[in-house]
């Protein structure tokens, strides 16, 4: 076994999903390792990037191949399996507001994967571990008390991490995670993913239609298009030098590639 394949944390091994007549996945595979550690899942709207984050996350039924967390495959997983499984892998999607209960206060938002996994007990200790969640993503620890309406679109997706991160996940999938955003606020929240990703080590797999933040964040890509791979590879390699005609057509309409994020493409 290599030193790659021993480390991979979720992996998908030909994965198919089909929504009647519509086949939406077709026979895609990817690794995810041990932190830090980005891979782009690159692809225009209904190319099938979000089935793929669902299916990783067994909220979508695949309909042939596997998804393994830790080597194990998640239709077995039962008990302290399922629950390691369901702390493993967290999700941040393209909008805060989506995530977040409108009739909970933000702290509790945090906290319920605390309560959850029984992690930190309750009262004082949980509250304090929830205001250091929120100053970890840059948040006033003041704002724990206030609903979601009552935030900005930024403060709101930094509270969307913030609750992914309170339960110590090995893997995030970041759906679109700036999509909602302004491009000022979508600076700034991939600034924090990439700050993140050093500081705890985190893996993440970047679904994304914008290459340049792919560039910026992901060492590795997958190009997505109707379903299926068409290219995958070193992120440097595939957007320097596409090979397939449909990554050539995505490369040539972002000229701006390497400024989305300030400093070095991840190595």
Do not use: W
């Not at 939406?24 to 390792?33: G, T, Y």
């Not at 319920?112 to 571990?129: I, M, N, T, W, Y």
């Not at 979508?186 to 990703?197: D, G, N, P």
């Not at 791979?229 to 070193?234: I, L, N």
Request: aromatic share 2%; proline share 5%.
């Amino acid at each position: 076994m290599s030193e790659r394949e021993s480390t991979v944390v979720l992996r998908a091994e030909a994965l198919d999903v089909r929504f009647g007549d519509h086949h939406a996945v077709k026979s895609v595979s990817l690794d995810i390792p041990d932190g830090p550690f980005g891979l782009g899942l690159i692809g225009e709207s209904g190319s099938g990037k979000s089935t793929i984050a669902r299916a990783l996350l067994g909220l979508t039924k695949a309909d042939a191949g596997t998804v393994t967390f830790q080597g194990k495959d998640i239709r077995s997983l039962r008990g302290a399996d399922m629950k390691a499984f369901r702390r493993g892998v967290q999700i941040v999607m393209q909008d805060g507001t989506e995530a977040l209960n409108p009739r909970m206060r933000i702290g509790a938002s945090v906290a319920e994967g605390l309560a959850v996994h029984d992690l930190v007990p309750k009262g004082a200790p949980r509250a304090a571990r929830v205001a250091e969640l929120l100053a970890e993503v840059g948040l006033d620890a003041a704002l724990a008390d206030r609903y979601p309406h009552e935030l900005s679109g930024g403060q709101r997706q930094r509270c969307t991490i913030a609750r992914a991160l309170a339960v110590e996940p090995r893997v995030l999938l970041l759906d679109e995670p700036t999509s909602a955003l302004d491009v000022t606020v979508q600076a700034r929240i991939l600034e924090l993913i990439k700050r993140l990703r050093d500081e705890r080590g985190l893996s993440y797999l970047l679904i994304s239609h914008n290459l340049a933040v792919v560039d910026q964040l992901c060492e590795r890509c997958v190009v997505l298009k109707d379903g299926a791979v068409v290219e995958e590879g070193a992120t440097a390699q595939v957007l320097d030098n596409p090979q397939h005609p449909y990554t050539q057509e995505l490369r040539a309409a972002v000229p701006e590639i390497g400024d989305a994020v300030p400093g070095e493409r991840p190595r």
